[in-house]
Every structure is written in C-alpha cells, then in structure tokens.
C-alpha cells in the first residue's frame, strides 16, 4: 500500500500562481509515477501533470507553458507549480501515484476566480 499526503489548494485571482505538494510513502517502489490529475463536478478526472522517476514529464493540453512538476526521488514528493491560473483551472486537484497500481491522495479544492 502507498499513503498520499496533499498539501491544502487554495484561492487565487486568476493570473496568480499557487504550489502544490504530495508526499508517498509507504511500499514505494524504485521505479514509479508521481502527478496530479483533477477533477470538475459532473466531469471524468483528467491528466494535469506527471513525472516518472527517471525525468520523463506528461501535461495536459490545457497546462503545458503554465504549469511545472518536479519531484525529489528522495523523499518521494512531487511538486506542482501553478502560474497564470485561470478560472477554468478550478477544480479539485488529486495528487496520484503509479507503480503501475494507481493511488490517489485525498483531493485539494483549487478556485480562481476573475
């Protein structure tokens, strides 16, 4: 099993920027996938971003040029930096983690507002 631990989202006025957090532990296994993925009311959860532990990165379309992961393999936390965030970026955000078994934090409401 691997426990996730979000940091909190947050309110930002669109164009501001926020970070987020996850921290895995747990049977952690050398070679995974670390990310965010979110989720509006009434819509399928899509990707935002992920980085494998070898550097590989995957954005959603919508993200690409706004948003950064990174991760420190060390203490098996990835990172998420949000900039120029628009209303449409609202949504809960969820940390995931893939070894290739997939394990979702808890959620993290992120609102923008114009």
């Known amino acids: 099993q691997v426990q996730l631990v979000q940091s909190r989202g947050g309110l930002v006025q669109a164009g501001g920027s926020l970070n987020l957090s996850c921290a895995a532990s747990?049977?952690?296994?050398?070679?995974?996938?670390m990310g965010w993925y979110r989720q509006g009311s009434g819509k399928q959860r899509a990707l935002v971003a992920t980085?494998?532990?070898?550097?590989?990165?995957n954005y959603g379309d919508s993200v690409k040029g706004r948003f950064t992961i990174s991760r420190d393999n060390a203490k098996n936390t990835a990172f998420l930096q949000m900039t120029d965030l628009k209303p449409e970026d609202t949504d809960v955000y969820y940390c995931?983690?893939?070894?290739?078994?997939?394990?979702w934090g808890q959620g993290t409401q992120v609102t923008v507002y114009s």
């Open positions: 995931a983690y893939a070894d290739p078994t997939f394990y």
């Open positions: 747990g049977n952690i296994f050398s070679v995974n996938a």
């Open positions: 980085m494998t532990t070898g550097g590989t990165t």
